[in-house]
T-cell receptor
Framework: AQSVSQHNHHVILSEAASLELGCNYS??????LFWYVQYPGQHLQLLLK??????LVKGIKGFEAEFIKSKFSFNLRKPSVQWSDTAEYFC???????????FGSGTRLSIRP | DTGVSQDPRHKITKRGQNVTFRCDPI?????LYWYRQTLGQGPEFLTY????????KSRLLSDRFSAERPKGSFSTLEIQRTEQGDSAMYLC??????????????FGPGTRLLVL
């Protein structure tokens, strides 16, 4: 069965620190990969997505993610975080011809001003 | 606002009661999904529709749950004889599926259900 693992449940950083959130998935075939973000009191929003092509994907608000097929990973990065990045981040995979998305359990990011 | 909308946003009910939630997708999106999210977890897939047809149901969807999308636009999710374990956030998402595998799902604000 497909699954998504997010290694960190809660990450605390100071403003301007660099961010990397880990994500690994289990599926041997073609995948579509996503990072969604949920800001406090708001609904899930798409940060970025990978379907094919360049494995380095750029998203909104300065976020990027790199698909490393050999490691089954899709880590999220941002060189310098801001207080407004405080949110919960979900990695997700949509495998093969399936339509449903499988989500990780999320990483809560807290930014100290 | 042309995003996915859900109604109600919050619902408190007593165990054993029936509840119904509504989702209005983004206009012209042909796929509509239902997910459930509990505290500390990511959303879990429940079911999805392509137009009026319900194409997949998760094993999480017991026979107390039923979903419809009668005209291929809005959808309803009904839970009969609610149990305390049904307490969760129920999320709706929609997408425009074309012939290829690449589709992006857009989520609504969710309906938070509390069963007492």
């Amino acid at each position: 069965a497909q699954s998504v693992s997010q290694h960190n449940h809660h990450v605390i950083l100071s403003e301007a620190a660099s961010l990397e959130l880990g994500c690994n998935y289990s599926y041997g075939g073609t995948v579509n990969l996503f990072w969604y973000v949920q800001y406090p009191g708001q609904h899930l929003q798409l940060l970025l997505k990978y379907f094919s092509g360049d494995p380095l994907v750029k998203g909104i608000k300065g976020f990027e993610a790199e698909f490393i097929k050999s490691k089954f990973s899709f880590n999220l990065r941002k060189p310098s975080v801001q207080w407004s990045d405080t949110a919960e981040y979900f990695c997700a995979v949509n495998a093969g011809s399936a339509s449903k998305i499988i989500f990780g359990s999320g990483t809560r990011l807290s930014i100290r001003p | 606002d042309t995003g996915v909308s859900q109604d109600p946003r919050h619902k408190i009910t007593k165990r054993g009661q029936n509840v119904t939630f509504r989702c209005d997708p983004i206009s012209e999106h042909n796929r509509l999904y239902w997910y459930r999210q509990t505290l500390g977890q990511g959303p879990e897939f429940l079911t999805y529709f392509q137009n009026e047809a319900q194409l997949e149901k998760s094993r999480l969807l017991s026979d107390r749950f039923s979903a419809e999308r009668p005209k291929g636009s809005f959808s309803t999710l009904e839970i009969q004889r609610t149990e305390q374990g049904d307490s969760a956030m129920y999320l709706c998402a929609s997408s425009l599926a074309t012939s290829g595998p690449q589709e992006t799902q857009y989520f609504g604000p969710g309906t938070r259900l509390l069963v007492l």
